[in-house]
């Protein structure tokens, strides 16, 4: 409380009451709170080896993951690039899965075939996890497709970053999911930088939105380091695309805190330029708020804190402990079991 005048008390001003129930701002709060501790841990065990080859973290950016999915349903689909641990993380693929993906054991998501770039989990309907730059785009413009073709009242959300846009492919996918008015959502993630070049450095007609009109999309445009912003905006895009088949373009503003890869000495941007991000961290603002909103108390903050960092140290401890994944998988996973593949192709495979 503060006073104001002589006896006069006034409240302290407090953030915007939410519609949303304390359950679910807490949960929101909860799923990017082991979203950063997940990578934390990540970060250490690729520092000693543990993971090989690339490791995209996604520190910084978990308000669009968390505050995306929260907007969907269990029967919609999922797809990204090779930025996707907190994405696996917040569709609910379990810490241990991804975290054995990553070390390339046998209990992964993916078998331990896939690695950091691609997580997948199929019972979430979470389809990757993909390492071309653009290409998953048209992958998701066809899980679309058959879902309107199924008809199973689901959507796709696809996650992309500011560098894929200028992919061709992304052109021809955007002109067919507006032709064939596909139940889809494109949400890019930009963060500024594709590696090292910055948005302004590759992209004309800015803001990046701009190019819906161009393919009669819905244009739309969300505060990545507001969780609730990024749910409510994901919400009305998942909305169009459900009960009026208009896909949307939804442009998120984010930042990522650590370099492009763990590889990555981060010397095209400023530390002033990061300092600044810093202060509209994602995860401490959404503290701040709910604190404000009596919604998050300070021992229940430190709970999430302590169970997030427990659940990281059990994944890697659980991945480490698992074994390799048999050589044989490597060639049979190559090709679908002859009792999956579609009757309508099998005539064609048993061809080859
Ligand atoms: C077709 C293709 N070209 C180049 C690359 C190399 N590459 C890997 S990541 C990357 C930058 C992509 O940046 P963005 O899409 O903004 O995603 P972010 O890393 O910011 O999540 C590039 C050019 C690639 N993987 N695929």
């Given at each position: 409380?503060?006073?104001?005048?002589p006896?006069?008390?006034?409240?302290?001003p407090?953030?915007?009451?939410?519609?949303?129930?304390?359950?679910?701002?807490i949960?929101?709060?909860?799923?990017?709170?082991?979203?950063?501790?997940?990578?934390e841990k990540?970060?250490?065990?690729?520092?000693?080896?543990?993971?090989?080859?690339?490791?995209?973290?996604?520190?910084?950016?978990?308000?669009?993951?968390?505050?995306?999915?929260?907007?969907?349903?269990?029967?919609?689909?999922?797809?990204?690039a090779?930025?996707?641990?907190?994405?696996?993380?917040?569709?609910?693929?379990?810490a241990?899965?991804?975290?054995?993906?990553?070390?390339?054991?046998?209990?992964?998501?993916?078998?331990?075939?896939?690695?950091s770039?691609?997580?997948?989990?199929?019972?979430?309907?979470?389809?990757?996890?993909?390492?071309?730059?653009?290409?998953?785009?048209?992958?998701?413009?066809?899980?679309?497709?058959?879902?309107?073709?199924?008809?199973?009242g689901?959507i796709?959300?696809?996650?992309?970053g500011?560098?894929?846009?200028?992919?061709?492919?992304?052109?021809e996918?955007?002109?067919?999911?507006?032709?064939?008015?596909?139940?889809?959502?494109?949400?890019?993630?930009?963060?500024?930088?594709?590696?090292?070049?910055?948005?302004?450095?590759?992209?004309?007609g800015?803001?990046?939105?701009?190019?819906a009109?161009?393919?009669?999309?819905?244009?739309r445009?969300?505060?990545?380091?507001?969780?609730?912003?990024?749910?409510?905006?994901v919400?009305?895009?998942?909305?169009?695309?459900?009960?009026?088949?208009?896909?949307?373009?939804?442009?998120?503003?984010?930042?990522?805190?650590?370099?492009?890869?763990m590889?990555?000495?981060?010397?095209?941007?400023?530390?002033?330029e990061?300092?600044?991000?810093?202060?509209?961290?994602?995860?401490?603002?959404?503290?701040?708020?709910?604190?404000?909103?009596?919604?998050l108390?300070?021992?229940?903050?430190?709970?999430?804190d302590?169970?997030?960092?427990?659940e990281?140290?059990?994944?890697?401890?659980?991945?480490?402990?698992?074994?390799e994944?048999?050589?044989?998988?490597?060639?049979?996973?190559?090709?679908s079991?002859?009792?999956?593949?579609?009757?309508i192709?099998?005539?064609?495979?048993?061809?080859?």
């Amino acid at each position: 409380m503060v006073a104001e005048g002589p006896g006069v008390a006034v409240a302290e001003p407090k953030a915007p009451a939410s519609s949303l129930s304390a359950e679910i701002q807490i949960d929101l709060y909860r799923q990017m709170v082991r979203i950063r501790r997940f990578e934390e841990k990540s970060a250490q065990a690729f520092m000693r080896a543990e993971i090989k080859g690339f490791c995209h973290l996604y520190i910084g950016q978990e308000a669009v993951a968390v505050g995306a999915l929260a907007a969907l349903e269990p029967r919609d689909a999922v797809i990204t690039a090779y930025r996707d641990h907190g994405i696996a993380l917040a569709r609910g693929t379990p810490a241990r899965a991804c975290m054995a993906e990553l070390l390339g054991k046998k209990t992964g998501c993916s078998r331990g075939m896939g690695g950091s770039m691609h997580l997948f989990h199929r019972a979430n309907h979470f389809y990757g996890g993909h390492a071309i730059v653009g290409a998953h785009t048209a992958l998701a413009a066809g899980l679309a497709f058959a879902q309107q073709y199924e008809n199973t009242g689901g959507i796709t959300l696809c996650f992309l970053g500011e560098g894929a846009v200028n992919q061709g492919v992304f052109a021809e996918t955007l002109n067919l999911v507006s032709l064939w008015k596909l139940p889809i959502v494109f949400l890019i993630e930009n963060n500024d930088y594709a590696m090292g070049t910055s948005v302004s450095r590759s992209s004309a007609g800015l803001p990046l939105v701009n190019r819906a009109s161009a393919f009669d999309l819905a244009g739309r445009t969300a505060n990545g380091m507001d969780v609730e912003d990024v749910r409510k905006k994901v919400a009305e895009a998942v909305s169009l695309a459900r009960t009026e088949h208009l896909p949307t373009l939804l442009e998120v503003s984010t930042y990522r805190y650590r370099g492009h890869s763990m590889s990555d000495p981060d010397t095209y941007r400023t530390k002033q330029e990061i300092e600044e991000w810093k202060k509209r961290d994602p995860i401490l603002l959404y503290r701040e708020k709910l604190e404000e909103r009596q919604v998050l108390l300070d021992a229940l903050a430190k709970q999430i804190d302590g169970e997030a960092r427990a659940e990281a140290q059990d994944a890697l401890t659980f991945a480490e402990e698992s074994p390799e994944p048999d050589l044989d998988l490597a060639f049979s996973l190559l090709f679908s079991p002859e009792d999956q593949i579609d009757p309508i192709l099998r005539p064609r495979y048993s061809d080859i």
